[in-house]
Nanobody, 125 residues
Framework: QVQLIESGGGLVQAGDSLRLSCAAS????????MSWFRQAPGREREFVAS????????YYADSVKGRFTISRDNAKNTLYLQMNSLKPEDTAVYYC??????????????????WGQGTQVTVSS
């Protein structure tokens, strides 16, 4: 049974930092490109960041570039998203997703093979 379990969300103030984690089980984690997406109320799910299987290649949405860092630890089967200088517009449910394909910038959501259940991030002004 494949599981992607996000954690680390919460309520913070603008300018604060959070680190999200996504623990994977039931898959050969190191064989998958991984991505973070987010969805705010009333909006479509949008790409945040992605990382290739080795961690050597990373991609970011323009809205988070320079503030967020995606990383992975294949030995721990875990994906991370370090979020700094958070803004109220970062408020959303954040999802991790696993992709057997090459990953890359803004991969289409329909190509993701597995999704986590999401973790809420709320940034107050």
């Amino acid at each position: 049974q494949v599981q992607l379990i996000e954690s680390g969300g919460g309520l913070v103030q603008a300018g604060d930092s959070l680190r999200l984690s996504c623990a994977a089980s039931g898959i050969t984690f190191g064989s998958y490109a991984m991505s973070w997406f987010r969805q705010a109320p009333g909006r479509e799910r949008e790409f945040v960041a992605s990382i290739n299987w080795s961690g050597a290649l990373t991609y970011y949405a323009d809205s988070v570039k320079g503030r967020f860092t995606i990383s992975r630890d294949n030995a721990k089967n875990t994906l991370y998203l370090q979020m700094n200088s958070l803004k109220p517009e970062d408020t959303a449910v954040y999802y991790c997703a696993a992709d057997r394909g090459p990953g890359g910038y803004n991969p289409p959501t329909h190509r993701m093979d597995y999704w986590g259940q999401g973790t809420q991030v709320t940034v107050s002004s």
